[in-house]
């Protein structure tokens, strides 16, 4: 009989809603659950039988806060199944697109979410009104991705522009350049948040597992690259990371993850080679560190945390790393994007076909699976989407019950106020997970 | 002397919460918004669960009922406001999650959970009306924050708000878009309920008609109209296909009668 059931409803600040149940066996923590309260979508089971060109406005559906990655990982795994290949200026738009959808996420998760918890706040107005200037600045930089979301997916929440084989409508060049201009204000901004987070206490804390991302040779990769991870337990020779490590397709990789049904509970599991594991910001620069723009890289070496790490705590501060390295990728974009004339930019044309394709995409909560089969005439045969949060939430299980066992003593509102800390540095997306 | 400030709670059922998020995108005029009311259940900020006895004045509402704590929570919301209004796609018409209804629903849940799937709650997908008395809503999958300002600027007012039955072709033309029927695109524009500032044919997406019709539209020549454009095929399957999205459908063969 388990001696203490520790029961948090409706835990707030997170996308979606979601409780969490853990129970105390002789004063050590045998289990946590994070109980999901969303319904059953059932987002993949209604979209076989319709047209391909609806999965993108759809699928975006899931999330309110990431639809910008469901929508492109939906066109870019249907441009899979049809073979289509879209023109260098198109992904660099999409990588903007899916860069300033990261920042706007972060800036607000970091600030709004998760920092209060830090600071011991309850409510974020009250922090908020505490620290004027990091409130307006955090409002800035997200402003700044947002409005980057609208000129170039024409809204901010459900983007409209992209389809298959390229978009719909160009960005207007003045609007870009804007952009451009802005972006030095936006990286001072971005680096005096990350300041703050890289001078916050964070809890001691480590546990096995793997930790995967995306991951390419030659850029921090977001939009593209292949599947890498890196495993704690093996892995201790820390100079194994990066370009020396196996990278998997992600065709193939999604092959070899578990999706486990649990009885009463609407979200899979998932794991890898039957462990759980870790996506999402830490993920990313534990195995991409080496590829971060110039200033993240040098705000990373002041930061004196020795990555990778498997304290997962350091989440928060991995996606503060990312917030300066995503303006300065999007600003390295937008000026490549200068020398374009788009006169001589089209969209790629192709035939539908009857086809699969997988595609994978960097969320900001981690690597997110589309997968899809048409028929012939361009109707879904077959979809499958994995989200970041199904994925790591067997992980944020598993941490929690680690985490938890090690502070047996505290009473019983600290400990509640630790549980949703780490929950809250996952930030998990229940919405996503429930799809 | 300091009138009492509305105490106002935003609560999502299953959703995405995009609507949410769009209030946040609005940034500081969001805020400023929050301050001139009395915020008191707004999960996105907030960490404390506020009295079960709280009364409120207005409780916005965004999502569908999926679970069954989903309904319970809706009616309670209900017993306990002067003003119930539904926001966005989802609560207004019963949005995307209500493409399952014109599916087999049983077969969808299984594709989804092949083991679990007769234990998952699997209900029609309703608007909100159907379930409680609504007292106003803001459309749009997800709303339009400008059009959230309009409403909370006139209920600080004490004015009711309406929206303006014009269509989405209304909006287009202010804004010069291009228009997309004219280009062999199925969009519903003529016949959509405006006030969302048209964004979608603005991104070069024809409109889907997620507000839903205009109380008062002529469908048989909007129909007949556009099938010279599209081709009577097309349209026939346009039709069906488009207008299940965002559950439109049965909305528009009623008004046709």
Not at chain 1, 17 to 41: C, D, P, Q, V
Request: glycine share 6%; proline share 4%; with cysteine.
């Amino acid at each position: 009989m388990p001696k203490k059931i520790i029961k948090i409803n409706h835990l707030a600040k997170m996308e979606g809603h979601a409780s969490f149940e853990g129970k105390i066996l002789a004063g050590e923590i045998s289990e946590a659950h994070i109980i999901t309260e969303e319904g059953a979508r059932l987002i993949e089971g209604t979209l076989v039988g319709r047209h391909y060109s609806e999965a993108p406005t759809i699928t975006s559906r899931i999330c309110g806060i990431c639809p910008i990655v469901h929508h492109l990982t939906a066109v870019k795994a249907l441009e899979k199944c049809f073979d289509v290949r879209v023109s260098s200026e198109v992904v660099m738009l999409r990588k903007i697109l899916e860069l300033a959808q990261v920042i706007h996420s972060h800036a607000l998760h970091l600030f709004f979410l998760s920092l209060p918890d830090f600071l011991n706040y309850d409510d974020t107005k009250k922090m908020a009104g505490r620290y004027p200037n990091e409130a307006q600045m955090a409002i800035d930089i997200r402003k700044w991705a947002t409005d980057l979301c609208l000129v170039i997916g024409g809204r901010i929440t459900h983007p409209l522009t992209n389809m298959v084989g390229g978009f719909r409508k160009w960005p207007e060049e003045e609007n870009l350049e804007k952009f451009l201009d802005g972006s030095g204000d936006i990286l001072e901004m971005a680096q005096q948040i990350a300041q703050l987070f890289r001078d916050l206490d964070y809890p001691k804390f480590k546990n096995l597992g793997n930790f995967i991302a995306l991951s390419d040779d030659t850029e921090y990769a977001i939009y593209d690259g292949e599947i890498k991870i890196w495993e704690t337990k093996k892995n201790l020779v820390k100079k194994i990371f990066g370009k020396q490590m196996k990278g998997i397709e992600a065709s193939k990789f999604v092959k070899k993850i578990k999706e486990i049904e649990l009885r009463n509970e609407l979200v899979k599991r998932v794991n890898y080679n039957g462990k759980p594991f870790f996506c999402g910001a830490l993920a990313r620069i534990n195995i991409n560190k080496y590829l971060l723009n110039e200033e993240a890289a040098k705000f990373l070496e002041t930061a004196n945390i020795d990555f990778p790490t498997s304290n997962t705590f350091y989440n928060v501060l991995a996606q503060a790393v990312e917030l300066i390295h995503c303006v300065e990728e999007i600003r390295n974009l937008l000026r490549e994007l200068k020398k374009i004339n788009w006169l001589d930019v089209k969209n790629a044309s192709f035939k539908v076909k009857a086809g699969q394709g997988v595609a994978a995409i960097e969320a900001p909560r981690g690597t997110l699976y589309h997968y899809y089969e048409t028929d012939k005439k361009g109707y879904i045969k077959n979809c499958n989407i994995i989200t970041p949060t199904a994925q790591f939430l067997a992980k944020l299980e598993d941490d929690l019950s680690v985490f938890l066992s090690e502070f047996k003593n505290l009473s019983d509102i600290e400990r509640e106020k630790k549980i949703k800390m780490m929950i809250r540095a996952f930030d998990p997306c229940i919405s996503c997970a429930t799809h | 002397m300091e009138q009492q400030k509305l105490k106002v709670a935003m609560v999502s059922l299953t959703s995405c919460e995009g609507c949410y998020f769009s209030l946040l995108d609005l940034g500081n005029e969001f805020l400023e918004i929050a301050d001139k009311i009395d915020l008191v259940k707004f999960r996105l900020l907030e960490e404390k669960e506020h009295s079960e006895i709280e009364k409120y004045d207005i409780v916005f509402v965004e999502g569908s009922p999926i679970l069954k704590s989903n309904f319970d929570e809706l009616i309670d919301l209900r017993l306990r406001t002067k003003k119930l209004i539904v926001l966005g796609g989802c609560a207004h018409t019963g949005g995307t999650y209500a493409m399952r209804n014109h599916t087999d629903k049983k077969k969808a849940c299984k594709y989804v959970y092949p083991k679990t799937n007769k234990k998952v709650f699997n209900p029609n997908i309703l608007e909100l009306s159907k379930i409680v008395k609504i007292d106003g809503v803001i459309p749009t999958c997800p709303i339009n924050p400008r059009e959230f300002v309009r409403f909370m600027s006139f209920v600080l007012n004490s004015l009711s708000f309406r929206i303006i039955e014009r269509p989405v072709c209304y909006e287009c033309q202010l804004a010069q878009t291009p228009c997309l029927l004219k280009m062999g695109l199925p969009c519903f524009g003529p016949m959509a309920l405006g006030g969302c500032d048209a964004p979608c044919p603005k991104a070069g997406m024809p409109c889907q008609i997620c507000r839903g019709p205009m109380k008062e539209v002529q469908w048989e020549n909007f129909e007949k109209k556009i099938k010279n454009i599209i081709g009577d095929e097309k349209w026939e399957k346009d039709f069906n296909e488009i207008l299940e999205i965002f559950n439109i459908k049965n909305k528009i063969i009623k008004s046709k009668e």
